[in-house]
């Protein structure tokens, strides 16, 4: 088999860069990125890495989603010198080592130039709100529950306004210590999805806690009848102030990274 650019020279040992897609239940971690004290998820798969190496090795993330954010197609890579395992297999190897709210879902081998983060083209996200009757126990960690039926067309109304290269000021955490806050949103809609209204958005990259705060705000803003024009204004303002309430972190989820343009188009 022929490496993608593995390096392989006698009396040294050969580095593979391996590209993992991971899923994760974000309910009892502090986000992705690592952090002292913290349980993380980029902590736990350094861990599991750095028992089945003996030396330490760090994982780079295409997304770095906050505490209480799940995943379902977070993708990440790091450069291993283990030989032995073939890289589709290398998923199987690192989950024997992982807690069980973290899996590596697919492994492959990839250039070792790849880096997960710069190269990505986009990321989705998904946010469930559940709008039955009753609430199921076992959802609970996974969505939040509405206490009326939205009006979708208004909510799609709204969100259409975020499609295009935009200032997303308004809708970016206070703390949020981004230099630009103009991202490029590809797409950004409201759908039903069985008891679910399901709020899908694709763009390059997001802010901080982004998704969670337009959704808040949409949703504020559509139950108590106000619509596209007050969401316009807070968006052109440009400041935080003026949006709603953070949307809870345990309805949101990393859906999957996009590497290839032609996806978007």
């Known amino acids: 088999m022929v ?60 997304g770095r989603t906050d505490s209480g954010v799940h995943a379902v197609g977070q993708v990440a890579n790091f450069v291993t010198d283990i030989d032995s395992i ?15 709210d973290v899996r590596a879902l697919k492994s492959e081998e990839v250039n070792l130039s790849f880096d997960s983060r710069r190269w990505a083209k986009a990321r989705v996200y998904r946010y469930y709100i559940f709008n039955g009757d009753v609430g199921l126990p076992h959802l609970r960690n996974y969505c939040i529950k509405l206490r009326h039926r939205p009006d979708i067309t208004a909510l799609n109304g709204m969100a259409s306004l975020l499609v ?19 991202r490029r949103v590809y797409s950004a809609s409201f759908y039903p999805e069985g008891n679910f209204i399901v709020f899908h958005i694709v763009a390059n990259a997001f802010l901080w806690k982004m ?41 949101l989820f990393l859906e999957r990274v996009i590497y290839d343009e032609r996806e978007l188009y």
Not at 86 to 100: F, G, I, T, V, W
Not at 164 to 182: C, H, L, Q, Y
Not at 227 to 245: S, T
């Open 3 to 62: 490496r993608k650019n593995s390096q392989s020279v006698v009396g040294y040992t050969m580095k593979r860069n391996i590209k993992i897609v991971v899923a994760y239940d974000g309910t009892n971690f502090s986000g992705w990125q690592v952090q002292r004290d913290q349980r993380t998820v980029q902590g736990v798969i350094e861990a599991g890495l750095k028992r089945m190496h003996g030396h330490s090795v760090k994982v780079i993330g295409a």
């Open 211 to 251: 998704v969670r705060t337009i959704v808040g705000t949409i949703l504020e803003l559509e139950e108590s009848g106000m619509g596209v024009c007050e969401f316009k204004e807070i968006l052109e303002k440009r400041d935080r102030a003026l949006a709603g309430a953070t949307a809870p972190a345990r309805g």
């Open 164 to 182: 295009g290269e935009k200032d997303f000021t308004s809708f970016s955490a206070v703390r949020d210590g981004n230099e630009s806050k103009i």
């Open 86 to 100: 073939p890289a589709e297999r290398y998923k199987d190897a690192l989950n024997s080592y992982l807690p069980h």
